[in-house]
């Protein structure tokens, strides 16, 4: 059933277990989530980012996304991942999505929480929960994330900024980047513990591929209830039809469009029964 992202997390915060946040960007990815997390009767955030906006039509995928979720037997959450325009805000929360994401990461701490701020008022009102950013995570390999500076998160500022914009969730710069690492991981668990020390919020995990499982079983532990997953799952599905195409298989597009939802089931599963583990 479609359920709001914040019960969700308090839920998660509550059973120190996380939830994985599926970037999508058309029907197999959004098939492959529900269906895999159906299977690991763990709930599901559908995460479709402000940057395909141009490709993916946002009205029509709420709807199918609605729809689906009232079908599933797990909850599951719409939420706008990285978004960067107020109208884009205005137009998931208007279209239903039940959490959004403004990053105001590369702005300073106290223009970032007058953005954030208004954004949460706006987001409020309509019910719909806000997650935001502070320090800025970079981008490793095959991500078409926007480069981030890979600041890390500062305990008191994350302090400040949750009580004066009185967002819902934080997503906190720990040392993930987005995409695959470049070299071996240099993730902070001590950190994490401070921020979460300093904030009572749900706490997210941008990043999600190519994180080492220990890293991500010790971080959910350590209050992460929401881990967001794009590139690993892009890379299952695009190897697949390369490997199709390379072995010069007659091939036609349902079939290439199944085999890579096919081809994404297994690293969402990984992924799934990783951030249940603490249950
Ligand atoms: P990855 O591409 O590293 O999985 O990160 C996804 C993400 O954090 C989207 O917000």
Redesign the pocket.
């Known amino acids: 059933m479609l359920t709001s992202t914040k019960e969700i997390l308090a839920a998660a915060q509550l059973r120190k277990y996380a939830v994985a946040?599926f970037?999508v960007y058309n029907l197999e990815t959004l098939q492959a989530a529900i269906r895999v997390a159906e299977k690991e009767n763990h709930p599901v955030i559908i995460?479709l980012?402000e940057r395909y906006f141009d490709t993916v039509d946002v009205e029509g995928f709420a709807a199918l996304t609605k729809a689906l979720a009232e079908k599933a037997s797990i909850p599951v959450a719409l939420h706008l991942?990285?978004a960067y325009q107020k109208e884009s805000i205005v137009r998931a929360i208007d279209c239903g999505f039940t959490s959004v994401m403004y990053d105001g990461s590369k702005f300073s701490l106290e223009e970032n929480i007058q953005y954030t701020k208004e954004i949460v008022e706006i987001a409020h009102k309509a019910g719909v929960s806000v997650e935001a950013e502070i320090g800025s995570?970079a981008r490793?390999d095959f991500?078409d994330?926007e480069e981030g500076e890979g600041t890390l998160t500062d305990p008191k500022s994350a302090k400040k900024f949750v009580d004066e914009t009185g967002v819902d969730f934080l997503a906190a710069s720990i040392g993930?980047?987005?995409?695959?690492y470049k070299g071996e991981p240099n993730i902070d668990l001590g950190l994490l513990e401070e921020i979460q020390h300093a904030v009572q919020i749900p706490l997210v995990l941008?990043?999600?591929?190519?994180t080492p499982d220990n890293i991500m079983t010790q971080a959910v532990a350590k209050g992460i209830c929401k881990v967001?997953?794009?590139?690993?799952v892009s890379l299952a599905a695009v190897s697949y039809l390369k490997q199709a195409i390379e072995e010069g298989r007659q091939v036609h597009l349902s079939d290439m469009m199944s085999g890579m939802q096919k081809a994404m089931e297994p690293v969402m599963t990984k992924f799934i029964r990783l951030l249940k583990n603490q249950q």
């Open positions: 946040a970037n995460a980012g991942d990285h995570v490793g991500s994330e993930t980047v987005h995409g695959m941008h990043g999600g591929s190519g967001n997953v794009n590139t690993e």
